[in-house]
């Protein structure tokens, strides 16, 4: 592949995962700046209706976008690798480990806490007011990596635009 075309196909896929990072991290950071505490407030039975409406709507796409922002980061990290653009191959890396990081997380504690509480409340035996608390940390700490993972493309973006 000629190298004008690797650049053009590399900036495209670059601003698609940028706005892709950006509707991932805007989850992150209303729950970092208000949506956790608002809910830390309210009771179990309403914490498990709000899951089980908003999880039933967003679930499916949630996976997409985080597929999604994996597969471009790999895709941006090979094509960066080989024209040795190693900035942008370090960055994505970086990003796209983050958004991992948050997958791995999500599978092991969020997902199960939200299959729960659509059961809610029959699913005998669970502490719901503790899960509720455990989902809304997780949530939080979440958001830290899909927030920071923007933060750190954004970086990349505002460094590319003083260096040209």
Known sequence: ?????????TEKLRVVQLIVFIILA???MF??????EALRNVSVPTFAEQRKAVDLVIGTRLQILYYAA?????????LSAKSADWR????????TVLIVTDVVLAVKFNIPINKAFLNYPD???????LL????LKMIVIRGVFTCTALFVLLFSWFKSAINT
């Open 31 to 36: 729950y970092f700046l208000a949506g956790a």
């Open 26 to 28: 805007s989850q992150g």
């Open 88 to 95: 942008l191959f370090i960055i994505t890396t970086i990003a």
């Open 123 to 129: 699913e005998g035996g669970a502490d719901w007011r």
């Open 132 to 135: 509720q608390i455990s989902w």
């Open 70 to 78: 994996i597969i471009i980061g790999f895709a941006i990290m090979v």
């Open 1 to 9: 592949m000629r190298p004008e075309i690797k650049y053009m196909i």
